[in-house]
């Protein structure tokens, strides 16, 4: 802004100076071109006076005149003249002066020399006798005076121009100087000139205006971030170039990465054919789901196109996973087949035996014998029904129990109460150490793990072998419950599996004692209902030892 005072300045004073030059030297010669001129007036009046008086001769005695005289006849011939020979002179009978002066008595006229340099300035009068006296003066043209000073108006049109181009600096940094030390941060303060105050209040409510906006975009920025950064599921958005526009820490974790790939594009986060297939799919329009395999895990992926005016302008991906969901429908899946054949075996049984009394082919004898198959298998089918109905209500956590206040050595007493028949049967000693101790939990919950525990220690045990259960606290004081067999064991690759629904390590041995399978497997979710820990240490040929941690 500077310069361009600067420069707007000094052109209008060279302009200016230029100008005042050329009228100045216009009105000094129309000034001096006038004198000139009267002077001229002067002395042909004052020479046609003394040749009127004393006759042609006295021209011939004048000696310091300084322009020239010429007395010409009324024919136009040249009687006189001051400065050439007559002899030689031309007629002047057609001169423009002469015939004036003729005609009018006063005659006027100026002649411009062939270089433009010079101009003489004619005036002539006529005498009673018809001759006519003519002076005439020469002196420079503008042309000539203008060339003949262009040099020294140069040089002061350069001095002033220099002198004004100091004084244009100064002014316009004079001016400019408040403008730029305006605080835009509070345009109102300002009092630099009356001019700007209503640019300076528009630039103040401008400047709410953004602030306000810019608040308002932070905040819902904000709003976003907490949203996505707190969602399990990933989100991903995109261009329709692929670039990555937003995602958050989720995503990253699906991915397997934690470095933000910035704008880059999707792929350079799974280049996978399925994952490339869902998101072109979507670019071009349509609602798209897919599952990959990511970072060990099972993802699904929903992506839908971002429209505006029916024109896709990106993508919205999310991600889920789905990893338990598969597991849990596979584990359904099992549980079902594994229900149906477990259910369809003693069901087989109790038809084949019904069907060979009706038909008689059994010997009135042996009913006996059959009714007693019957009954053994319709009971191991109440058992297992029984846990099946268990282990539903446990894996939905539709448990219709309430906490209470538990003591439980008197549970493990009760337990005990009810296997005695069966230890009995085995030659199995049972025994209970420890004391009194209450804990807050679901009892029929925890009297059904401690019956499959001790029920299993008896089963797997050997003739004349122990169950010890012993009650104490852990490390971390909370109450402890070993329950110890002296039994078969279990193999260390099979500890983990036991507790799986419907394994056993040797199935017919299992069934024939009347094992369903699933015992492990209640405690397991009876456990983790309850919020207990269970571990397993088992030596084959030794024994069990099974501990709950509450
Ligand atoms: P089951 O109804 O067959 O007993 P469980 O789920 O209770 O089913 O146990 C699963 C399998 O684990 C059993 O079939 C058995 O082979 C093994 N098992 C369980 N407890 C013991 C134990 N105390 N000693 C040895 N093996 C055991």
């Not at 400065?83 to 030689?88: G, L, N, Q, V």
């Not at 989720?250 to 350079?268: M, Q």
């Not at 169950?467 to 078969?488: C, K, M, N």
């Not at 500890?495 to 699933?518: M, N």
Request: proline letters at 2%; hydrophobic letters at 35%; a negative charge.
């Amino acid at each position: 802004m500077t310069k361009r005072i600067l420069r707007s300045m000094l052109l209008v004073s060279a302009i200016v100076l230029a100008l005042g030059f050329a009228m100045t030297l216009g009105i000094l010669y129309q000034y001096f071109s006038g004198e000139l001129e009267q002077e001229l007036k002067q002395e042909a009046e004052y020479l046609s006076a003394a040749v009127e008086g004393q006759g042609p001769d006295y021209l011939e005695e004048l000696t310091d005149t300084e322009g020239r005289i010429t007395l010409i006849d009324s024919d136009g011939k040249v009687l006189f003249d001051n400065t050439a020979d007559k002899e030689k002179m031309e007629n002047h009978k057609d001169r423009e002066e002469f015939k004036e002066a003729l005609s009018n008595g006063i005659g006027q006229a100026e002649r411009v020399s062939k270089t433009l340099s010079e101009k003489t300035v004619y005036y002539a009068r006529r005498l009673p006798n018809q001759q006519v006296l003519r002076v005439s003066t020469t002196h420079y043209t503008v042309l000539a005076l203008v060339s003949g000073l262009i040099q020294p108006i140069c040089y002061v049109i350069l001095a002033m121009l220099i002198l004004a181009g100091v004084f244009a600096y100064r002014l316009s940094k004079r001016i400019v100087d408040p403008i730029n030390q305006l605080d835009l941060e509070t345009p109102e303060n300002n009092k630099a000139y009356d001019e700007i105050a209503p640019l300076l209040s528009k630039i103040s409510s401008q400047q709410k205006e953004i602030r306000r906006q810019l608040s308002v975009a932070k905040r819902q920025q904000e709003e976003f971030t907490i949203i996505t950064e707190n969602m399990q599921e990933g989100l991903l958005v995109i261009d329709t170039h692929t670039s990555v526009l937003s995602l958050n820490s989720s995503a990253l974790r699906f991915f397997g990465t934690v470095e933000n790939p910035g704008r880059e594009s999707v792929y350079a986060l799974n280049r996978s054919g399925s994952f490339q297939k869902l998101i072109e799919a979507c670019l071009s329009g349509h609602h798209s789901t897919a599952e990959l395999q990511l970072t060990g895990r099972n993802c699904q992926l929903i992506a839908n196109p971002v429209l505006r005016g029916g024109v896709v302008q990106g993508a919205v991906i999310l991600m889920v996973d789905i990893t338990e969901k598969i597991q849990r429908e596979n584990l359904r899946r099992e549980f079902t087949a594994n229900v149906s054949h477990e259910l369809k075996t003693p069901l087989t049984s109790i038809s084949g035996f019904a069907e060979i009394i009706r038909d008689g082919y059994v010997k009135p004898e042996d009913v006996k014998k059959f009714a007693g198959n019957i009954f053994r298998e319709s009971q191991r089918l109440i058992t297992l029904v029984g846990d099946i109905i268990k282990i539903s209500q446990l894996d939905e956590g539709s448990v219709p129990y309430q906490k209470e206040n538990t003591d439980l050595y008197n549970v493990v007493k009760e337990v005990y109460t009810s296997l005695e028949g069966a230890a009995e049967a085995s030659g199995i000693r049972l025994y209970l150490e420890g004391g009194h101790q209450k804990v807050m939990t679901v009892k029929p919950i925890l009297t059904e793990i401690l019956y499959n525990l001790c029920d299993n220690a008896i089963k797997y045990n050997r003739q004349g072998g122990t169950v010890t259960v012993t009650l104490g606290s852990g490390e971390d004081g909370a109450a402890r419950i070993d329950i110890a067999d002296t039994g078969i064991g279990i193999a260390e690759e099979e500890q983990q599996r036991v507790f799986e629904r419907f394994y056993r390590v040797d199935k017919s041995h299992s069934k024939e004692i009347g094992g369903t399978g699933l015992g492990l497997s209640i405690v397991k979710h009876g456990a983790a209902y309850l919020g207990m820990e269970v571990k397993l240490c088992s030596v084959p040929g030794e024994g069990t030892v099974v501990t709950l941690e509450l």
